[in-house]
């Protein structure tokens, strides 16, 4: 939200006097799954960028015209023979730089190659030069996928023909360096959830029998293609395992990509289903090509676009016609989350004034992650509006928390409801204050 906002910090007051004889009461019509909706921190991802390239900015565009909020940048490979440069790194920090003002945040995960990994000695001397900098622009992260370890940074050496880790002391070692050098709220993922449980000193011949939760999260980079996601899970239990996951992403940030047709849980109706299931936040839009096809041909694309992640709606919102200038007034309102995920990540909520062009914004107690995949809620809120006279527009505005992309209306959140949206606000009607 731009133009100048004041945020006031004011107390959310009892309401005095009798009930308002005179309501307003707003009932949008919900945005159809057919229309994009793009939102922050959700959605199909794309993968056309290299950290390391100093003329990413072409590519930065594509991605972001093409209506995604979040990049994996697949290109970036580690060199595991030597140290980064200085250029490299500067090129780096400037690649962050253009991502944030192309409203993008980052899947991050760093690897060596297709073929295994480096020297461990490599590895640490890379942690070192890269985590400060991760650590810098951790509001641009998304999710920082463990990596490092194996082929492809998914931690096993499955066929793998250069030097190679996939042994537990080693990934453990990673996992005390990441969660100790990155910031507590950025949740690190792993593919194997048996490293996890092993890594929090539980066994792992079975499944926890609930959540664990913490900072410790999940991807899958080969979801649905096997009983056991081509060895995601144990072979001994993987239906356990997986129900373990899945209950496990209900808070933590989850996603990845298919990497083959396993019909009949590859199937569109039955892929959303485990979707639903599986509280499924982000997902390659670029892989597994005959998996995305036969969704495309079966309708089924269109609703993964919709529902991956949160998409909250607007059902009703209700405030008088009329309040005293600076007067605590109530407002109603009612939500409906129809995604496959719950928001995973807090962010502050306001009600926004809108007086002559001039925004003036209050705190609600208002938190999005307590709606769940397919619930309605609804709040009474009791707001003191700012000292203004006359007839002001009451929108909601769902900013990211970080500071420096708080004014950006790229990282708000857009209510997948008929309101306006501009400069971030969903817009609701008219309040008389006098």
Same mark, same amino acid.
């Given at each position: 939200m731009?133009r100048?906002v004041?945020?006031?910090i004011?107390a959310l007051?009892?309401?005095?006097g ?6 307003v ?9 057919t ?6 921190e ?6 056309g960028f290299?950290?390391f390239?100093p ?5 930065l565009?594509?991605? /972001?015209a093409?209506g ?5 940048p697949?290109g970036?490979?580690l060199p595991r023979?030597r140290?980064l ?9 400037a690649?962050?730089?253009?991502l944030?003002n ?9 690897r060596?190659?297709?073929?295994g990994d480096a ?8 942690l070192?030069q890269?985590l400060?900098v991760?650590?810098?622009n951790?509001?641009?992260?998304y999710?920082?996928q ?9 931690w ?7 030097i190679c ?13 990441l969660?100790?050098?990155l910031p507590?709220?950025l949740?690190?993922?792993?593919r194997?959830? /048996?490293?996890?449980v ?7 011949d079975h ?11 999940h991807?899958?980079d ?6 056991t996601?081509?060895g ?18 209900d ?13 009949p ?23 597994h090509?005959?998996v995305?096809? /036969?969704w495309?041909k ?6 993964f676009?919709?529902?991956l ?8 919102a ?5 309040a005293?200038?600076g007067?605590?007034?109530v407002?109603e ?7 496959f995920?719950?928001?995973k ?8 004034f809108?007086?002559?062009d ?8 208002l ?12 709040w009474?809120?009791?707001?003191t509006?700012p000292?203004l006279?006359?007839?002001v527009r009451?929108?909601?505005?769902f900013?990211d928390p970080?500071?420096r992309l ?17 400069e971030?606000v969903?817009?609701?009607g008219d309040?008389?204050?006098?």
């Amino acid at each position: 939200m731009r133009r100048g906002v004041a945020l006031l910090i004011l107390a959310l007051l009892s309401a005095c006097g009798a009930e308002p004889s005179r309501w307003v009461t707003h009932t949008p019509a919900p945005l159809p799954l057919t229309e994009p909706l793009k939102n922050p921190e959700r959605g199909f991802y794309l993968t056309g960028f290299d950290l390391f390239d100093p003329e990413a900015d072409a590519a930065l565009d594509e991605i /972001a015209a093409a209506g995604a909020t979040l990049v994996y940048p697949y290109g970036t490979w580690l060199p595991r023979d030597r140290a980064l440069t200085a250029a490299e790194l500067e090129t780096l920090k400037a690649n962050l730089y253009r991502l944030r003002n192309h409203g993008l945040k980052l899947i991050l995960r760093f690897r060596y190659g297709e073929d295994g990994d480096a020297d461990l000695a490599i590895i640490e001397r890379h942690l070192g030069q890269l985590l400060p900098v991760v650590r810098e622009n951790a509001d641009l992260v998304y999710v920082f996928q463990a990596g490092f370890l194996g082929r492809w940074g998914e931690w096993h050496c499955w066929r793998a023909t250069a030097i190679c880790h996939d042994d537990a002391e080693t990934k453990a070692w990673l996992l005390d360096q990441l969660l100790k050098e990155l910031p507590p709220e950025l949740p690190i993922a792993v593919r194997y959830p /048996a490293a996890k449980v092993r890594y929090l000193g539980l066994p792992t011949d079975h499944p926890p029998k609930r959540p664990l939760f913490g900072r410790i999260a999940h991807h899958n980079d080969c979801w649905l293609a096997s009983e056991t996601d081509n060895g995601t899970y144990p072979e001994q239990g993987a239906a356990a395992w997986r129900a373990f996951v899945y209950a496990e992403n209900d808070r933590l940030p989850y996603g990845g990509e298919t990497c083959a047709k396993n019909p009949p849980r590859t199937d569109g109706a039955q892929a959303l289903a485990e979707a639903a299931a599986a509280h499924l936040d982000y997902l390659n839009r670029e892989y597994h090509e005959g998996v995305l096809k /036969a969704w495309k041909k079966d309708g089924a694309y269109d609703a993964f676009a919709a529902r991956l992640g949160y998409r909250i709606g607007l059902v009703r919102a209700r405030w008088p016609e009329e309040a005293p200038a600076g007067r605590a007034f109530v407002l109603e309102l009612t939500l409906k989350n129809t995604g496959f995920a719950r928001l995973k990540r807090k962010r502050p909520a306001y009600l926004v004034f809108d007086w002559c062009d001039e925004l003036q914004a209050v705190p609600l107690p208002l938190d999005l992650t307590e709606l769940g995949p397919g619930e309605t809620r609804s709040w009474r809120l009791e707001v003191t509006p700012p000292g203004l006279d006359g007839v002001v527009r009451l929108g909601l505005w769902f900013p990211d928390p970080s500071p420096r992309l708080k004014d950006d209306p790229r990282y708000a959140i857009r209510l997948a409801s008929r309101l306006d949206f501009v400069e971030g606000v969903n817009w609701l009607g008219d309040l008389e204050l006098r």
